[in-house]
């Protein structure tokens, strides 16, 4: 029978067809290992994105994003906003069927733009104090 995410978590970690197994005993889930990675990397990338950011303000830097613009005035908004957003999508992510690859490719995918997004936040950040701007 397959593995899914639904059934009761075992103690260990147990070998499936296209990955590893966790127990994660909390949720009572078993799920891939690589999916924990992902939804870790969701919520870092996105502590990371705003720590940047913000630098890039006090710089002189435009928020380019119109939802997050009013709260990157402060420091604790913005990260618990985002940490909540990335810490909710990553849940979500473990709860999926183990066998589902979309779930896996969409949070690699947004993982994959976060990490695009921190590349040119510390490249812009970089400029600025090169320039001096």
Do not use: Q
């Not at 994003?65 to 906003?81: H, Q, Y």
């Not at 896996?104 to 994959?112: D, F, K, N």
């Not at 040119?120 to 400029?127: E, F």
């Amino acid at each position: 029978m397959g593995e899914h995410l639904g059934h009761r978590a075992s103690s260990g970690a147990v070998a499936v067809g296209h990955g590893r197994l966790v127990s994660l005993p909390l949720l009572d889930l078993r799920v891939p290992l690589s999916r924990c990675y992902l939804a870790l990397s969701l919520v870092v990338l996105n502590v990371i994105d705003v720590v940047l950011t913000k630098a890039v303000l006090d710089r002189g830097g435009i928020e380019g994003n119109p939802l997050m613009e009013d709260l990157m005035a402060g420091f604790a908004a913005p990260i618990g906003v985002k940490a909540a957003v990335a810490a909710v999508a990553g849940l979500l992510l473990l709860m999926c069927p183990a066998e589902s690859k979309l779930a896996s490719r969409a949070a690699a995918g947004v993982a994959g733009l976060y990490l695009a997004i921190v590349v040119w936040n510390a490249s812009l950040l970089g400029y600025l104090l090169v320039t001096g701007s």
